[in-house]
């Protein structure tokens, strides 16, 4: 599929819908989300289950034919929006379902080890440039 302007737009509005809906939920789970980031947890678990669900319904052998920019726009769009860890859960299900267990393995294990890598590096990276600054004493005076 060859992509397109009007493709492209759709992707991006579903894009934006699904990042409000993240934005949302994490919003009404903040209360419950002290202890441990309940609303990324629940964020991920739905997605999961909304690209799988979507994206099984509407395979071409699927129940419900919808055209490809659909497709893009709901698992791509909307989901990507609102999680790409659902991408990650359905491609390593794609890797299981294909009889590749050792690849889907490969992606759990260098998608994890590397995400915190990056996100280890980056934080590093932004503590070296901009080291904290320090908390002013609220108890003295000027």
Avoid: E, H
């Avoid at 999961?48 to 129940?63: E, H, K, Q, V, W």
């Avoid at 299981?96 to 990276?125: C, D, E, F, H, K």
């Amino acid at each position: 599929m060859t992509p397109n302007l009007s493709t492209t737009l759709g992707i991006a509005l579903a894009g934006a819908c699904g990042t409000l809906m993240r934005y949302w939920v994490g919003l009404a789970t903040a209360r419950i989300s002290q202890s441990l980031p309940w609303g990324t947890i629940l964020i991920n678990i739905s997605g999961s289950f909304a690209i799988a669900f979507f994206g099984t319904l509407t395979l071409d052998n699927g129940r419900f034919q919808v055209s490809d920019t659909a497709r893009l726009m709901f698992m791509v769009g909307i989901c990507g929006g609102y999680t790409t860890f659902s991408s990650f859960m359905l491609q390593t299900l794609d890797l299981l379902r294909g009889g590749a267990p050792g690849r889907a393995l490969l992606n759990i294990v260098l998608s994890v080890t590397l995400g915190m890598a990056g996100v280890t590096a980056g934080y590093l990276a932004a503590q070296a440039l901009a080291p904290p600054r320090p908390i002013p004493d609220a108890g003295k005076s000027s």
